[in-house]
């Protein structure tokens, strides 16, 4: 509403309530057409495979190079869950499946977490595969010294500069949404939600790139 007035302010129009909804619709029917234009550039490309999207959502981790010796974690996940195991086991059981070995997990409560994989069926895939998981360095200093020694991730070879916290920047960076869809409709409560992420997205990958092409320009 308040953007509906600044530009009826702009183009000296006097305000009404109609002019919200006209424009609620016209934004509902732009971003429809663009979500539209995305799932068919998306067909064209072979990229509407359901896994997809976990195959390549990281370019440094799931592209490979030959002649660039391999580090010990290449893939790295993490999530946070706080009131039933049987979320991560699921999605354990597919990061198995899609990502294969080598798989490194950062979790709040990693360390009790693989004492719970070893009871379960998935234990004989974790260890062939070379699953492991990590706690991560905000959540992994409140654990004991033992505990630190073997799964905190800055004490672990092979993990390099991640700290597995992202899930914390998330939250962090998605907490402004609650304002907005606090009394949305469904509807737009999940547009603006995937509004942001897609944002997100493209943010990050934009700063990949100016970090990579800085890293080679201080090289070369």
């Not at 995937?194 to 990050?204: G, M, P, V, Y």
Request: with cysteine; net charge positive.
């Amino acid at each position: 509403q308040s953007f509906v007035r600044t530009l009826d302010d702009l183009h000296g129009v006097t305000h009404t309530a109609n002019l919200v909804h006209q424009f609620s619709s016209a934004f509902d029917i732009f971003i429809h057409i663009l979500r539209v234009i995305d799932r068919r550039i998306a067909c064209c490309l072979k990229r509407d495979d359901s896994d997809w999207r976990l195959k390549n959502a990281c370019p440094c981790c799931s592209y490979k190079v030959r002649s660039i010796l391999s580090i010990s974690y290449p893939s790295a996940s993490l999530f946070t869950f706080r009131n039933s195991a049987k979320y991560p086991l699921a999605i354990t059981r597919k990061l198995l499946d899609i990502l294969g070995h080598n798989l490194g997990i950062g979790y709040d409560i990693g360390c009790a977490f693989c004492a719970t994989l070893r009871r379960t069926c998935l234990a004989h895939d974790v260890q062939s595969k070379n699953l492991r998981y990590f706690c991560g360095v905000f959540h992994g200093f409140a654990h004991n010294r033992l505990c630190q020694l073997q799964h905190l991730a800055r004490n672990i070879e092979g993990c390099g500069y991640e700290d597995f916290e992202t899930c914390e920047r998330v939250f962090s960076a998605s907490n402004h949404l609650a304002p907005l869809t606090r009394y949305a409709s469904p509807y737009h409560r999940k547009e603006a939600i995937d509004a942001h992420f897609r944002l997100w997205d493209s943010e990050k990958y934009r700063n990949l790139g100016t970090q990579t092409s800085g890293l080679f320009h201080g090289q070369y």
